[in-house]
């Protein structure tokens, strides 16, 4: 019982992989807004599989409908429904594996959990459920822009052991993460991490990365102390995402090495605003946004799904060899990218709104 | 409004650093639990300060009263109300600040977002709000215990670039954590990291460090997906600490380097159960505890108050030199070890009762 | 935002009246479930307009559909998202009223609340708002009756002055309700209110009435003290409702007038068990479920939308006569009763799997 | 798991009447606002017993402190810790029913459901309870009243049979409200009132009654369709409280018998705002809050302690003749009415606040 998150901008996804279709149930979103599907569209379609020869060759042209909440192109403040149908997604492929647990897939927990799972495919762990957390995040992205212009901006900034480097946070665009099939910026690791890609995806294997995001423009204000810190709802969003295992905010861990008097953001005069000298902060003090950039990563694993021979046991602890058949991505993380953007933008908007209960 | 935590064993905490008291609400406890101070009383000593002459030489004494929902030794299912009284902490040693936001500390952002702010040493932001979730936390770890068996045991990693080697976390006890004052289980970095202090100390300066932590013999099922998954519940919980920046589960973001041939954990059976031959998942399948033991990482940053002179601005924007005169720990990690385990047995009481729904 | 309801068993429900559908996603159901769309059509055509010449003309087939949550028949555990798609409403009706505030509609609060309203027909505050408790509570009566044997039967008490008596809550049944056009099963008062609302409907005018409900079979242990009595959830499912104007349970408002010695149910032994020998109680103590049959009635104004010219003014202030041209319900009360059962069970079974937890 | 009231302005309250004391954290209060024990106090007085012969001669002079959340007579916007010590409360008294649940008394509930409760009188069923309610009430009516003037009066309508009238909701006062020793404002009702107590004090017996409350000056728009409608919010609180048994709204019950033409409330200009000729809505139009006085009535059924003896059964079914020895109030409505008032004041400031995300 957790499919939905948000105190002021309540998002509820549902939605199996193999079922009629996945969505969302977007509650709280303010009334008047100009919205239409079209605006929905662009960040499901970065996201959709079979974008290059590197992602999965599965071809899911997801449409999403709003159901609800919106009339003559305006938001009536009312509930929002979201859904996008499921393509036929040859289950078959994944039929012999029922009886297995697949290593590093949900599919043991669930069982053991639920007592019932998906037959096939993942079903609420799998990458698909995404789907509802991207048609509710544009639609945060919207207004947070509108209102406030903040601006969230993800990219690659390394896949196996490639990293990029130059990047600037302050001026990054979507449309530079975009200009290559990876989503990383940085021209020469981009370059080297797609011949990377293409090694594992022809060694039948799969490699994991980094994806980092900032967000510009936040006001002084959002993030709600204690338990709802900025960070600590961003550390949340980003963990409840398949395949993540880590996340750091500023100076991350590399900070733990540092002395305070390294460390420490000092003051000084930005314009008409008090800002800091350095960001090791990664734009929150006392878990409020200090107007700062916010600046985070998130650490995805390989994806699970490989194509060479994996010995295992089955539920009943009979020793098998597994083979998956059907194509999958060799490397999630240039797709995580918006996603990782979506559930920013719901965690900030969220905060935003607690926050103008105070104005 | 965001000082609760959890759906079904809830925490509220309340209290500044210089007002009567802080303390805790906790909602949810069941009932018939033996438990009095005493069992509180131990996790509060071993975050308290001047535990060494390496922590700040404070005296505070913390005693904890238990003010609701105990009678005659046993818990009634009500609400069990916490209350550590406060002692005078010579709020003069801060008044020169009060102009001045301290770099990289809460008084910049609480003063905008709430227009006013606590006099003085943090209020809400300080480590001192902490107790709360200390005594909190050490009610839900003996629930975990006696109803399941589970042992949180946190340690420290690192501090600065000392890092600790061979802890072996399917054994390493609180005795051993607690034998060495910097709470660093490996004997010999734990003379290295005592060394390192020292002379941050004396330099006026402080260090940032790494705190471990395992959860050991949870069942298979702990976990809500999709937004409430064990390790999304577990990086909020420490992200909401203060000072820290990072957080990892399981091989963390130095298995985005791995392969998926590599990173995989192949099940095994182990003795009538099927377990994991590794354990690069840290614990969890698809959000859901997997019966391996739980691991993870939380990065703290180096203490933002140090001795040290520190260029900066007033709220004007008026140049200033700020230096503090009360004394503050120079490395806050080895406290934090108690809070680690606090905030873990928080996150999972409250799943381990949301999984009971369903048996 | 506030379209969900419950802790444990949650439902979101969205849609307006005149957009693409209707629906809900439920969050919370347990696996395993037997289910498929047979299991809530059946509520749903209870619900529905037009079941006689007595309810309004408009033809709404509405069927229910499942997009997620069920394979095979048997529940996943995860979100259950529900759909039924509206029928063109002929929107021309309300065309004219757009610069009027229907008078004790809420047309004029949801302008001032949101600066903007559904163009027509009453938005979320429409009667068709229901459709989503309907197809959620039905899923909620199924997991009552199949796990505990809770029996849900609500009927038409009064119409107007018209008062049913002789109904035996132990043993009243849904068929011998769904008997008579009215709902209400005294045969010599059903006479009475077809008539009345007959007369009502000749006159374009309407009229209120109240609907009784028993559940029957709770075991002892349902409510959450102190917030979450039984009796408070009931009183704000069902004052959630559109059009209703009053809660009682058990004596009700009529008990105020006794003495304790009089209101006061004494205990005895039924069986093995302590029972109570009256139910002034209404099936509660300090807000738990006692084991005796809970009891109690919702009060249902008159519909708003009548016929007869009313004097009132436009948003500008200018005088106006309306007159609804559209045919609507004159009397209300006989389709809120597989409503106020279905509001009643989500009710229940929030609070059933609370108390789970303690089991 | 629900001592916890409000989405935005949040209540915890905790507490037996035996233990060390009962209380309340206060979650979202804003910060700023000049608040100390003074503004608290008097609720607080205005629902102690002993202020008349006519109720339980108990002396508790509850005073109130703040622990947390306000310094220097300033709110800080951090949670507000309220204590109020209990006295020693004869726990003897008590004593001999431990064995024997008292009739329509929830020692039998809470036993069955917690396996456990408090040894005497009450727990968290007993009407010391409220003290968390009221201390926390209050703070909010102070908000309500700072900012936007609402007022809100509650007073006893009747006691038994006996029925106030005439009384006027546009001006009714607190003051005029105490100037009767029953809080019926209607001087004549107020006689019968006071000799009917006498009689059922004489009689060991005890007697119901209703509150009445009117909310004035709130603004458009407060509510929050569908679950959180503005009469469903104060329904559920009202019936939280110990002893009530009805809540309607406006026209309420006798509402039901009207005819839509009667019933409707026709807009009208009032100054340079609409509202309505009539107010059978008692305030709310959809759920939200129309600009003009919400209205309702509570009602209470007699106190379950009676000094009559009354036969009943033990826990194990052994019939015994129970007699109360402690003295108790043999009408507690004249003390529900500030609890009244307080329980509206939480529901009002939470739906203030969460409209203001909205402004």
Not at 62 to 91: A, C, F, M, W, Y
Not at 213 to 236: H, I, K, T
Not at 345 to 350: E, G, Q
């Amino acid at each position: 019982m957790s499919s939905s998150l948000g105190t002021l901008f309540r998002v509820s996804t549902f939605g199996e992989s193999h079922g009629i279709g996945v969505g969302a149930v977007v509650d709280g979103c303010p009334a008047g807004l100009r919205l239409s599907e079209a605006d929905i569209q662009p960040q499901l379609d970065r996201r959709r599989p079979g974008q290059s020869d590197l992602t999965t060759p599965r071809e899911e042209a997801d449409r999403v409908s709003i159901l609800s909440g919106v009339e003559n192109g305006l938001t009536l403040g009312t509930p929002i429904g979201l859904l996008v149908h499921n393509k036929d997604q040859r289950p078959g492929d994944y039929d012999e594996m029922d009886q297995v647990p697949r290593p590093s897939h949900a599919d043991f927990t669930y069982q053991l959990k639920y007592g019932n799972r998906a037959s096939s495919g993942g079903g609420r762990s799998s990458a698909r459920e995404t789907i509802g957390r991207v048609v509710a995040g544009a639609i945060a992205e919207k207004i947070l822009y509108d209102e406030w212009g903040v601006e969230i901006v993800a990219w690659v900034s390394s896949i196996g052991a490639e990293q990029a480097s130059g990047i600037n946070p302050d001026t990054i665009s979507r449309a530079q993460v975009d200009g290559r099939i990876t989503r990383c910026p940085d021209p020469s690791a981009a370059v080297r991490m797609e011949a990377l890609v293409r090694e594992v995806l022809a060694a039948k294997d799969s490699i994991g990365g980094v994806v980092s995001c900032v967000c510009r423009n936040l006001p002084v204000g959002w993030g709600e102390p204690v338990f709802d810190r900025l960070e600590a709802m961003l550390a949340q969003a980003m963990l409840s995402l398949p395949a993540t295992k880590g996340f750091e905010i500023g100076s991350g861990f590399a900070g733990t090495r540092l002395r305070g008097s390294q460390h420490n953001d000092p003051f000084v005069m930005k314009g008409d605003r008090l800002g800091t000298v350095t960001n090791n902060a990664g734009g929150t003090l006392g878990g409020i946004s200090s107007g700062e950039p916010v600046l985070f990563r998130v650490a995805f694993k390989p994806v699970a799904t490989i194509g060479q021979a994996q010995q295992t046991v089955d539920f009943a602890g009979k020793p098998v060899v597994l083979e998956a058949k059907g194509r999958h991505d060799p490397c999630v993380v240039p797709r995580a990218v918006p996603i990782v953007e979506s559930m920013a933008a719901l965690v900030l908007l969220d905060l935003a709104l607690r926050q103008k209960v105070r104005e």
